[in-house]
């Protein structure tokens, strides 16, 4: 009986779809043609790269007229493991319900290579509860892997097609004969295919998740929370996240797969309570042995998403993508760069393979692509010594070859690590010049000052550039560009202010009375504290003889004479820095900290850079000796030495 009912009913159907006018039909959610509108650019979803922008809607039901427009705004989500298809693993199933080994539809619906092509078949056939279902996924399961301009092509002809309001309304009406997979997997598809957030279909489905929602497996969670990690906020968004939330924390120790975690991780995002964030981690921690490189990858990004630190969880992860870096694509390793980032964490190892992974791939991958991990590496403070090497023989030799985007970006980098050529050091700069020359014509004030700046940090002083930033048209540049408005003046009372006198930088007590030890049994030595020279400060400057300096000044006392103080003794600048002031990993000076040493030297001084947790690692008791080895090295040296050696001044 139930199959002569639906035979009649998809007779008259398809005998009123002839007789009418396809385009008069009302719709539930479209606008008059979009052909009359401007079609966005970008558009979003979830799980690839593209941006959906809001859809015009409107709906026959009086109650939907007061939804606004919706939209989904996502990160490039590459890296994520994309749930198959319920088509992929399911049989075809019967209008009674029962599963046969055939299905035309089914068929079908395998051959269609666009969206409209299903939903062109939707009107050859009336779906079935499960195939509305499968239908919506396939539409989009095909949409995500166009490209930029026939995805634009195709989501107007399917927005406009009108089939497709016709599948919606039946999608709404079978949403609560659905299977929870399916319902989950079709609020899925019709969000990432742009259909409103805040028309009546979206909504309908959201409430049918919040009422089925204890009924929900593993995957359909997985799923769902995958839905609601990009959807806008409001009001049925919020409560069933909620909802989410407190199956998630009951349900947490029977989750057996990593990806259903992390999808649940994410969706809770960096809202979630740090005590649940705290049994989510434990949880991840016991599913370690599970990882796979994917699930490494994404664990990371996951954590940045939420906000939330696991050196623990982030060791076991770095640990299995160092290991595993050549089968890695580009965009995946870029993420997980930027997500440890995020999150300041750096591990040694990790950026070191990648460093030699990057460089071993420098002839096959575009200048673009080098270029952006150089910067995530500086962004990071680490110097990937291998990689600044060859990229910087890759300059010499085709300078011409750099945009001015590139320009910039290298300047900025090799300027704020502090790389040293050494041999090459000139050929590598004046190439960075004679790239640079060539782009003052139509450089802007700002980026020539930059591109000035980072040369001045390199200490390169070319003259073209210089004189170009100095002509009065490029200053009146600088001074008409817009700058944040300064505050109003405000007027303080003289009690408030306290002391007007400018007060002078302050030296840790530690320090100082460390140098006070190193020095108590050198009568020859001279100790300043808290020293400020050309506006740089110095924690202390020790003045001492110059080496073998003692039997010079006897043998010239003898013949009457003096030798002048700069000649005859030595400035020890002692600067205690903190590790941001270096490369990661190393001790050597980068930025500020860089300039100010070379400075100095300049100046006369021999500096002594001490870092600070380095210094705060060695025992009180030994960091005597440690700061003497720094301070006067020749003693040490002279430990080793032969008697005659020691002598021979």
């Not at 300064?486 to 930088?505: C, E, I, K, N, Y």
Request: proline share 7%; with cysteine; aromatic share 6%.
């Amino acid at each position: 009986m139930s199959i002569r009912v639906t035979e009649g009913v998809m007779r008259w159907a398809l005998r009123l779809c002839s007789r009418r006018s396809p385009w008069t039909q009302r719709s539930l959610l479209m606008t008059a043609s979009i052909r009359n509108t401007s079609f966005p650019s970008q558009l979003a979803h979830v799980w690839g790269k593209r941006q959906i922008q809001p859809w015009r809607a409107r709906s026959l039901v009086s109650s939907v007229r007061s939804y606004s427009k919706g939209s989904i705004r996502s990160e490039d989500l590459e890296e994520k493991e994309i749930p198959s298809s319920p088509l992929a693993d399911l049989p075809a199933e019967t209008t009674s319900g029962k599963i046969q080994t055939h299905s035309p539809f089914r068929d079908k619906l395998m051959r269609c290579v666009s969206p409209s092509d299903v939903l062109d078949l939707t009107c050859q056939y009336a779906p079935t509860v499960r195939q509305i279902s499968n239908c919506l996924t396939h539409m989009w399961s095909i949409a995500k892997r166009m490209s930029e301009e026939q995805w634009r092509y195709e989501m107007q002809l399917m927005f406009e097609h009108p089939a497709f309001d016709r599948l919606l309304q039946l999608a709404m009406k079978s949403v609560a004969h659905m299977h929870n997979e399916d319902v989950a997997y079709s609020l899925l598809s019709m969000v990432s295919l742009g259909v409103p957030q805040r028309s009546r279909v979206v909504q309908v489905f959201l409430r049918t998740c919040q009422e089925k929602l204890n009924d929900f497996d593993e995957k359909s969670l997985s799923i769902l929370a995958s839905c609601l990690e990009h959807m806008e906020s409001s009001p049925s968004v919020s409560t069933l996240k909620e909802g989410m939330r407190l199956v998630v924390e009951a349900r947490l120790p029977r989750i057996k797969k990593v990806m259903a975690l992390q999808t649940m991780m994410r969706m809770l995002g960096r809202d979630a309570p740090l005590d649940l964030k705290r049994k989510l981690e434990q949880k991840a921690l016991t599913m370690t042995d599970q990882f796979s490189i994917p699930n490494a990858q994404y664990m990371i990004t996951t954590m940045a998403t939420m906000g939330f630190y696991s050196r623990p969880l982030l060791d076991v992860c770095s640990k299995k993508i160092t290991e595993n870096l050549n089968g890695i694509p580009f965009n995946r390793l870029l993420s997980v760069l930027h997500s440890c980032k995020e999150l300041h964490y750096r591990d040694l190892d990790l950026l070191t393979g990648l460093s030699d992974y990057v460089t071993s791939m420098l002839d096959i991958w575009t200048n673009k692509q080098v270029l952006l991990f150089l910067s995530v590496f500086e962004s990071l403070v680490f110097c990937p010594t291998p990689l600044m090497e060859a990229y910087a023989e890759r300059v010499i030799s085709s300078p011409d070859a750099l945009t001015l985007k590139d320009l910039l970006c290298v300047l900025k980098v090799y300027s704020s690590l502090n790389y040293d050529l050494q041999h090459r050091r000139q050929q590598f700069l004046d190439s960075l010049s004679q790239a640079l020359d060539s782009y003052l014509p139509k450089m802007s004030g700002p980026a020539l000052l930059k591109s000035v700046f980072h040369l001045c940090l390199l200490g390169h002083f070319p003259s073209a550039p210089l004189e170009q930033l100095l002509q009065s048209s490029t200053v009146e540049q600088l001074n008409s560009t817009h700058r944040p408005p300064l505050p109003r003046p405000l007027t303080v009372p003289q009690s408030v202010l306290g002391d007007p006198a400018p007060s002078s930088p302050s030296a840790n007590q530690w320090i100082l009375q460390s140098l006070q030890s190193v020095l108590r049994d050198r009568a020859d030595t001279l100790l300043e504290e808290m020293v400020m020279v050309e506006n740089y400060f110095i924690d202390g400057v020790i003045t001492k003889p110059l080496p073998n300096q003692t039997c010079v000044t006897e043998a010239s006392s003898r013949e009457g004479g003096e030798l002048p103080p700069a000649e005859s003794s030595q400035r020890t600048a002692v600067i205690c820095a903190p590790l941001s002031g270096f490369c990661y990993g190393t001790s050597n000076p980068r930025g500020p900290l860089a300039v100010k040493i070379r400075h100095l030297k300049i100046l006369g001084y021999h500096p002594v850079l001490v870092r600070e947790r380095e210094l705060r690692s060695v025992p009180e008791e030994k960091r005597t000796e440690f700061l003497k080895g720094k301070i006067f090295p020749e003693d040490h040296r002279s430990d080793t030495r032969p008697e005659t050696d020691q002598l021979q001044c």
